[in-house]
């Protein structure tokens, strides 16, 4: 079974992915220079694939099954 996301939120210094196995992940928006920069109105439009997650506007991209295996380097 894939594991994917089914909602994304920010606070200041994390991104919360919650997962469809009912776990909560929290990964420092630090790894991401392009979410960290970005405005509110711009995270908030992300699209959620069962493979990760894609901001259009951002040109960024970040797999699920990446972070879950700590490959912060994969992961983008």
Not at 4 to 24: H, I
Not at 37 to 63: K, N
Request: aromatic share 8%.
């Amino acid at each position: 079974m894939s594991i994917s996301a089914t909602e994304v939120r920010f606070d200041e210094a994390n991104m919360w992915l919650s997962l469809s196995d009912g776990r909560t992940l929290g990964v420092p928006l630090t790894w991401f220079p392009r979410l960290l920069a970005a405005e509110p109105a711009q995270l908030e439009r992300v699209e959620i694939t069962p493979f990760g997650l894609h901001w259009e506007d951002l040109d960024e991209d970040i797999s699920v099954p990446a972070l879950l295996a700590g490959n912060r380097d994969q992961a983008a």
